[in-house]
């Protein structure tokens, strides 16, 4: 399989939230995360307002492709992540809100805190202590230290360590 190149992940945390805020009214709604299906992926395009290309991604055997929807509401699909597993921590290849959680005019605060909070769920229950890695565009190096607490590793490798991953679970989960 082509090696796919990676520039960074480009997320922004704007807020940690305890599940996603609705951004008008403030009210707090739980989620859940499962992955993604194929009949599903037909409908995560560009045109739909999705900006990567999702149906290359799901073609790493050794990625899993996770949703994030709105419990009892599962055909909204409000963010997606890409994450493989390691043999001692998770790595987030990929990482993005619906489009209509994205800018001034956004639905919901905390899509992508909750996707990294996952993230370091799975890495738990995978054996790898909550330690979650990915790489960062070099303009969000400093936001993903202050937002997160992730550590910046040296080039544009970022880690989330243990104790960072239990706030950001006992947050979201």
């Known amino acids: 399989m082509k090696k796919q190149k990676n ?6 945390i704007d807020k940690l939230t305890n599940s996603i805020e609705n951004v008008q009214s403030g009210d707090s709604f739980p989620t859940e995360i499962s992955l993604l299906t194929k ?3 037909k409908n995560i395009t560009k045109k739909n307002g999705w900006r990567f290309n999702w149906a ?8 899993d492709i996770y949703k994030l929807t709105i419990a009892n509401n599962p055909n909204i699909i409000q963010g997606i992540v890409s994450l493989e597993v390691k043999a001692d921590h998770v790595h987030m290849h990929l990482i993005e809100s619906a489009a209509f959680n994205i800018g001034t005019n956004k639905t919901y605060y905390g899509v992508p805190g909750n996707l990294v909070a996952f993230a370091c769920k799975l890495s738990f229950q995978r054996g790898g202590e909550g330690y979650v890695s990915f790489v960062a565009k070099t303009r969000l190096v400093d936001h993903y230290i202050e937002s997160l607490g992730a550590v910046h590793f ?3 490798l ?14 979201y989960f």
Request: no cysteine; charged share 25%; aromatic share 6%.
């Open 7 to 12: 520039s960074g992940l480009g997320f922004i």
């Open 39 to 41: 009949v599903e992926l």
């Open 56 to 63: 290359s991604e799901i073609k790493f055997p050794e990625r």
């Open 154 to 156: 040296g080039g544009h």
């Open 158 to 171: 970022m880690v989330i360590t243990t104790e960072v991953a239990l706030k950001l679970i006992n947050k």
